[in-house]
């Protein structure tokens, strides 16, 4: 059967169909210049600040489920079949201001405005959620979103007071949830999707048979799930990535799975998507997980994307590898799998076969005796890249140390585990002698370089601190290493 030559998708209140869609054009460039929906900004053009902030409705097993994204890293030929909601859509048939919009105003949340449309998108995304939110849970819904002019208590306070304004049960996005996924439900392809000219070419595979046959019949497309980091080589190196392969879509890659034994994420399954099972299986990621970028590149960013980019800064596989993860392969000729940690080969290279893509991650849940630790070190807190990332395991048996899996990012060449300290932990009583010697025992296992984020002293010192730092929270104060040492 011919592929499907042509997008379908919902914006605003208007059904869209175009053929001529290129791979790299942007859902931004697309709103701006297309269709002249200039409330939605462009700031930094690579996820970061949060005024290109538009809403993204798409189908999860038969639910509507709407989340901010960045518009400036969105290929417009990912959304097929789903709703694009812009700042333009809020206010009502006589212009009256929406409740998130009035409360801007009255609470003096923006002053040079440019970067207000953004905020209020993020803030009407959390209000639909959670109409009565805490103070955490604004702080969290904003870290996506920058304002130069510092105005973020006005901000703040006004997310607070939104539900006086109205109820989300009134809102247009609810009252129309039913015709909305009716109408999302018919734009879903029997077939493949292809779109774009022969040199900037977007293919949807109809689901993960038809992904395994495409990529053995164009081995070297670019695979995009989120596109959050993609996005950038696009927008700031303008690197030429045809025949692009978006996977974002296939809910065979978003199943989540959790048991008594271990949790199994799809390989699409995005940051925001996988949080309350990470939360309830491994607690001490919860707050870890908060500072993975912003909220909307929580809604975009799949955990797979992550691993099968191979950044040696890449949140995840740190921690990951120090569970014990395990990857599965897939191609037409069937699946495979390895520990996460022997998937990273080099600096950019992956155990990759031609054909291969990443299926899924199963995560082993914390054994009897088990403490875990995630750590990351950044220049900013929220929304910001790893100068040092780690995720430390220790297994205590009757006070000694009978495993210890520890892995660092931004350390070497790719997220590697720390073999030397290690060792110096197995065998020994679980106490600041041990951890001091596997702090001292890491410069045999790292060589780091030094760059913009950090030089590569402060790496070596920062890696160290980190064990130092696990013993503190998790052992006996009485042991405490020399305050010196952890200065």
């Not at 799975?257 to 940051?271: E, K, Q, S, W």
């Not at 990857?327 to 076969?353: H, N």
């Not at 596997?438 to 045999?444: R, S």
Request: glycine share 8%; proline share 7%.
């Amino acid at each position: 059967m011919d592929p499907q030559p042509h997008i379908r998708f919902l914006l605003n209140g208007t059904e869209i169909t175009a053929s001529d869609v290129p791979a790299t054009q942007t859902l931004l460039d697309y709103l701006r210049i297309d269709r002249r929906l200039t409330g939605t900004k462009e700031g930094c053009a690579e996820g970061d600040c949060g005024a290109c902030t538009v809403l993204v409705g798409r189908l999860q097993q038969g639910s509507l489920r709407y989340e901010p994204v960045n518009a400036c890293i969105r290929f417009l030929a990912s959304l097929n079949g789903c709703h694009v909601v812009t700042i333009e859509h809020l206010s009502g048939p006589d212009g009256r201001l929406h409740p998130v919009q009035q409360a801007m105003v009255d609470f003096h949340g923006s002053q040079c405005g440019f970067c207000t449309p953004g905020f209020v998108m993020s803030l009407y995304a959390l209000w639909m959620q959670c109409p009565q939110p805490t103070r955490t849970q604004v702080e969290t819904a904003i870290q996506g979103n920058l304002c130069r002019c510092t105005g973020y208590e006005p901000i703040v306070n006004a997310a607070l007071a939104v539900n006086t304004y109205g109820s989300p049960a009134n809102d247009y996005l609810t009252r129309e949830r039913t015709a909305i996924t009716a109408q999302l439900e018919a734009m879903q392809p029997k077939v493949r999707v292809e779109v774009g000219p022969a040199d900037n070419r977007a293919i949807l595979p109809v689901d993960l048979n038809d992904l395994a046959q495409v990529l053995a019949e164009t081995p070297k497309a670019t695979i995009v799930a989120g596109a959050t980091d993609v996005g950038l080589w696009v927008t700031k190196f303008m690197r030429p990535i045809s025949p692009v392969v978006f996977i974002g879509h296939l809910e065979d890659l978003k199943t989540i799975a959790l048991t008594d034994t271990d949790l199994t994420l799809g390989a699409g399954v995005t940051y925001d998507e996988a949080e309350p099972a990470i939360r309830e299986a491994f607690p001490h990621m919860g707050d870890y997980w908060d500072r993975i970028a912003g909220w909307q590149v929580r809604s975009m960013g799949t955990i797979g994307g992550n691993i099968a980019n191979g950044s040696p800064i890449g949140d995840t596989p740190p921690v990951l590898i120090s569970l014990g993860a395990e990857v599965t392969l897939q191609k037409a000729g069937g699946q495979r799998s390895l520990p996460l940690e022997a998937f990273f080969v080099d600096y950019g290279k992956q155990d990759r076969e031609p054909g291969d893509f990443v299926a899924s991650l199963r995560i082993p849940r914390p054994a009897p005796g088990q403490i875990d630790a995630a750590y990351k070190i950044s220049k900013r807190r929220d929304e910001d890249i790893s100068s040092v990332a780690a995720g430390i395991s220790v297994e205590v048996a009757d006070g000694i140390v009978t495993e210890a899996r520890i892995a660092f990012g931004g350390m070497a060449a790719t997220p590697k585990r720390a073999a030397k300290a290690e060792a110096a932990l197995r065998g020994q009583p679980f106490g600041a002698a041990a951890f001091e010697a596997a702090a001292k025992a890491l410069a045999e296992d790292f060589t780091p370089l030094t760059d913009w984020r950090a030089s590569a002293d402060y790496r070596q010192l920062v890696a160290a601190n980190l064990l130092r730092r696990f013993w503190l929270e998790h052992g006996d104060p009485a042991q405490a290493p020399d305050s010196q040492a952890v200065a």
